[in-house]
């Protein structure tokens, strides 16, 4: 089933640095930005191959996952906090906060 990866996060005086693709378990192939959501959800499927990566790198939203009878609802509200979606499992983005912008890989 999908889960939390948390990736490291190294810090500086000039801030924090988060690198991304190391910590994925695939190959990324396609990034997209999803913001100035008006709908009360997103998603509301499954990819019978894709893996997905989800972070919110602006704001926060709930995903729920399913997969067979097993439900589970993801928190997504830092950037170094992504969610790893494996292929069949559904999901569904909601309760999105102002100014969300989450980053899918």
């Known amino acids: 089933m999908s889960r939390i990866i948390l990736i490291k ?3 500086d005086k000039r801030g924090i640095l988060s690198v991304i ?7 990324v ?6 913001s ?3 709908k009360k959800k997103r998603g509301g499927h499954a990819h019978k191959k894709t893996k997905l990566a989800l972070l919110a790198v602006n704001g926060s939203c709930d995903v729920v996952i399913k997969k067979s009878k097993k439900k589970k609802i993801f928190k997504l ?7 790893y979606i494996k292929p069949n ?12 912008a989450i980053i899918v890989l």
Do not use: S, T
């Open 29 to 34: 192939k396609r990034v997209f930005v999803l």
């Open 89 to 100: 499992d559904w999901h569904e983005l909601i309760n999105f906060k102002k100014n969300v």
């Open 21 to 27: 693709e190391k910590e994925l378990p695939f190959k």
């Open 77 to 83: 509200n830092q950037p170094n906090k992504i969610l």
């Open 36 to 38: 100035a959501l008006k």
């Open 9 to 11: 996060k190294y810090h």
